[in-house]
């Protein structure tokens, strides 16, 4: 059995019904925004984060109508986002599919991730799911901030260890955050349980984060990006960031400026990854990302043993071990 069928295995059902559920919410009588949702539907990814919603209610309570609501919520939102980074990045290519903004162009793009958003905003207020709907929107000021952040920083190029944690926790992490507690809030789960479920995700979340950053390093053709992308874009993650901080002056001022003039130069981002992997970079990063991956066990300890906590143990350790 697959991992990803493990972690599925007590709410498998759910999903089921889930994806009923998920599709109606995006059902639209436009002819082009149909064949364009039709064709993001098919090309949909693990849904890892539906899995996060229903799994914390499960470890919390008896799975409900707010339940569904919450993971469709989840899925929309994460979906718009996909749309809409495909434009920021200026992305053709999306799980080795062409992407909306390569096929449709930008303007299309970006309405259809409108569309999207709007459809998950709807439906929360329609079943009247207003606290779902807080710790959602939240999340949605967590992204746009990070993202921000992230855009301020590559230019500058002057991002910190702690700049790098902040901009992942908004980025990626508060999303996953948001799974685990809509999921908990979904139940009815006590105020400190939403807390504690919270932070759950967002230890989770901050662990995948570095995980998908140490990809860059990686030689592997399964990833979906190429080696050395996110030094091309500017982006400093954890491993360039510990190796800025550990060479000297002028290999530094280096590195830094060929960042910023030559990161399009194959050879050159070669240079810096081989830099990285020769000063320690990858082994600091993976040690931290397993830091995460033990704050995330360590709060799951706190509750009964059930199917939903085992497969959140499992989700917890295929985040951190994955190979894409």
């Known amino acids: 059995m697959s991992t990803l069928k493990q972690?599925?295995?007590?709410?498998?059902?759910?999903?089921?019904?889930?994806?009923k559920y998920f599709k109606s919410a995006l059902d639209t009588n436009i002819p082009l925004l149909r064949i364009i949702i039709d064709f993001l539907y098919r090309r949909k990814g693990k849904q890892?984060?539906?899995?996060?919603?229903?799994?914390?209610?499960?470890?919390l309570g008896e799975i409900n109508q707010s339940t569904y609501t919450a993971a469709s919520m989840i899925e929309l939102l994460h979906t718009a986002t996909l749309v809409h980074d495909d434009v920021v990045d200026e992305a053709y290519e999306r799980r080795g599919f062409f992407s909306i903004n390569a096929l449709w162009k930008s303007k299309v793009a970006v309405l259809v991730g409108d569309y999207i958003l709007s459809k998950g905003l709807l439906l929360s207020v329609k079943n009247k799911e207003y606290d779902l709907l807080e710790i959602m929107s939240e999340a949605v000021k967590e992204m746009s901030e990070g993202e921000l952040y992230q855009i301020e920083k590559a230019r500058k190029l002057d991002i910190t260890e702690d700049d790098y944690f902040e901009i992942i926790r908004k980025k990626t992490a508060s999303l996953i955050a948001s799974c685990t507690a809509n999921g908990a809030k979904s139940v009815k789960a006590s105020e400190e349980s939403i807390a504690d479920l919270k932070q759950f995700g967002e230890y989770l979340g901050i662990a995948?984060?570095?995980?998908d950053d140490l990809f860059d390093y990686s030689n592997s053709k399964k990833i979906g990006k190429p080696t050395g992308n996110d030094i091309k874009e500017k982006?400093?993650?954890?491993?360039?960031?510990?190796?800025?901080?550990?060479?000297?002056?002028?290999?530094?001022?280096k590195v830094i400026k060929t960042i910023k003039r030559n990161n399009n130069n194959a050879q050159k981002v070669q240079e810096i990854i081989s830099l990285v992997k020769s000063t320690g970079g990858l082994e600091y990063s993976e040690q931290k990302m397993n830091d995460y991956k033990v704050k995330a066990?360590?709060?799951?300890?706190?509750?009964?043993?059930?199917?939903?906590?085992?497969?959140?143990?499992?989700?917890?350790?295929?985040?951190?071990?994955?190979?894409?």
């Open 7 to 19: 972690i599925n295995k007590p709410i498998s059902s759910e999903m089921a019904e889930f994806e």
């Open 48 to 59: 890892l984060r539906p899995m996060l919603v229903f799994l914390s209610a499960k470890l």
């Open 208 to 211: 995948f984060q570095i995980r």
């Open 235 to 253: 982006k400093m993650t954890l491993p360039l960031i510990f190796t800025l901080n550990n060479i000297d002056h002028k290999s530094r001022r």
């Open 297 to 324: 066990l360590n709060i799951l300890e706190k509750y009964p043993n059930n199917e939903a906590k085992e497969s959140l143990k499992i989700l917890v350790e295929y985040a951190t071990t994955r190979k894409k």
